[in-house]
Structure formats: structure tokens, C-alpha cells
């Protein structure tokens, strides 16, 4: 469930040229995705007072927070587990992960993780058990993936497994864990919004300008993933014109 708090709202003058009114819009708000059909903050809140926006209509950028609380990121990612690994580096052999769990951590995320080391070999010694890690969410904009780093482990994590997990994001050989490629959904984000602003329809409303759909920021707090989801470009709207 995607749940929207508006905080403010706020318009520009209307302009007027060529039959065509033109406005600035602001709406700034919370938003939250959670598994409860209630919003976290309790019963719907009415609308805030409309303000006024200071200059001229114009394109425009819209940032949406949204929360990622750890019970949502948890079930999430459980959906799709358990999961196996291949690795070559330093020991090659397979990484099963059972089950996750994300917690809160002093300085970004904590992740806990419920899994198997079975190394090709027999003179190598298996793992199976927890491995908790604190890592910092980064986003790139350049790659559209979002990479986890600062790696800490906990101390209740053993001393074998901490160097061997080191070693091998030191490597690169779990790019595939580290770091979450984003490009696909982006793109599946960026059709979505371009086909519901801009596909005609009988409403007598003709819509035209262009969109671009991106993440502004990622952070980790107390609460889980805060993302702000940003959309930046300009929109005409002619109401009952010929394009």
C-alpha cells in the first residue's frame, strides 16, 4: 500500500498567451509504502491551506519521499528468497541465503543475513548460520543502481566468515549482493507516467511536454530506506484545442 500525506500545496499565478493558461504547482508531502492498508501517521488528514507560488509557470520538478519501512524491505526481499550465489572468488563455491532480515543500524542499514557457504572443496570448511553487516545505501545516478557500502560486520558474525566476505567484496565477487541494478525499473517507472500523462483519451484534454522519471537520493534511517523520488519537465494541458 502507497500511502500519500500532502503538507503543502501551493499555485503561481495563471498566465495567459496563445489561449493557453499556464500555472506552477507545488505539492509537498509524505509518503510511506507499507503492508497495513492504514497509514502509518492514522486517519486521513484533510488538505492543507492552498499558498501561493512566487514566479512564473515553467517547467517543474517534483521530489516524492517515500519510506521503506524494515518490515516492508523484509517481506520484500523473503519473496524472493531463498537464493543461491555463485562465487569463484576468493573460494569458489556457492552462497544460499535462506532468509533476511533489515534492522536499524547507528550510521545507515543493518542486515542480517541466514545462509550457506559451500565451498567447492573439501579441504575448505562450510558455513551455515547468520551474518549480520552494516552497509550504507548509495545511489548512483550514472549506473541507475543503488550499491551498498561502508561494510561492517557485527562481532557475533565469526571471525572466518567476516574475512572471508571482506575478501570478496574486496574482489568483486558479489557484485551481485552489493549492488542493486535499478535501470529496468526506472525505465518500467518512466512508461508508466508517460503513458498516463500523455496518451490521448476522449476528455477533450490534450496533453503535451515531457517527463523524466529518476531517484534524487537514497539514505538509511531509523526507520528503514527514505527514497525521494523525482520527476522534472513541463506539461501543457489544452482544454477543448486542436493540437
Do not use: C
Not at 526506472?186 to 496518451?199: K, N, S, W
Amino acid at each position: 500500500h502507497v500511502h500519500f500525506r500532502p503538507e503543502m500545496v501551493a499555485i503561481s499565478g495563471i498566465d495567459f498567451s496563445q489561449r493557453i493558461a499556464r500555472a506552477a504547482i507545488r505539492l509537498d508531502g509524505r509518503t510511506a509504502v507499507t503492508d497495513e492498508a492504514t497509514p502509518p501517521w492514522g486517519a486521513p488528514l484533510p488538505l492543507p491551506d492552498l499558498g501561493t507560488l512566487p514566479g512564473a509557470a515553467g517547467g517543474f520538478v517534483l521530489e516524492v519521499p517515500v519510506q521503506l519501512g524494515h518490515a516492508t524491505l523484509t517481506t520484500a526481499m523473503n519473496a524472493v528468497l531463498p537464493r543461491t550465489f555463485r562465487i569463484e572468488r576468493p573460494v569458489a563455491g556457492d552462497v544460499i541465503v535462506q532468509d533476511v532480515r533489515f534492522l536499524p543500524a547507528e550510521d545507515g542499514l543493518r542486515i542480517a543475513l541466514n545462509l550457506n557457504v559451500e565451498p567447492d572443496s573439501t579441504l575448505v570448511p562450510g558455513y551455515e548460520g547468520l551474518v549480520t553487516f552494516d552497509v550504507r545505501p548509495t545511489f548512483d545516478p550514472a549506473k541507475k543502481a543503488v550499491s551498498l557500502t561502508n561494510l561492517a560486520f557485527t562481532p557475533e558474525t565469526p571471525v572466518a566468515v567476516r574475512r572471508l566476505f571482506t575478501l570478496a567484496v574486496a574482489l568483486g565477487a558479489i557484485d551481485d549482493v552489493m549492488v542493486v541494478p535499478l535501470a529496468a525499473e526506472l525505465a518500467a517507472m518512466q512508461a508508466a507516467v508517460d503513458d498516463a500523462v500523455f496518451v490521448s483519451d476522449a476528455s477533450g484534454i490534450s496533453r503535451s511536454g515531457s517527463i523524466e522519471v529518476d531517484i534524487a537520493q537514497i539514505t538509511a534511517d531509523a526507520e528503514g530506506l527514505a527514497l525521494a523520488l523525482r520527476a522534472t519537465g513541463t506539461l501543457d494541458l489544452r482544454i477543448g484545442l486542436a493540437r
